[in-house]
């Protein structure tokens, strides 16, 4: 079940940091454009983390 979490979690979160990079770039507004970025890449490794959790069976 985490696994599943795990994935959406990271799935929803770049979705959104590639929003806020988007705007971020658009409007010139670095401190977004990073903040995006940072939230791309907590996306990523909820997304591994969960895949890690499929490979073990859950069990961490």
Do not use: H
């Amino acid at each position: 079940m985490g696994e599943f979490i795990d994935r959406t979690k990271g799935t929803a979160n770049e979705a959104v940091g590639k929003a806020k990079v988007s705007v971020g770039q658009r409007t010139d507004n670095t401190d977004l454009t990073i903040d995006g970025v940072k939230q791309q890449a907590k996306g990523k490794a909820q997304k591994i983390a969960g895949a890690a959790k499929g490979a073990m069976g859950d069990k961490f």
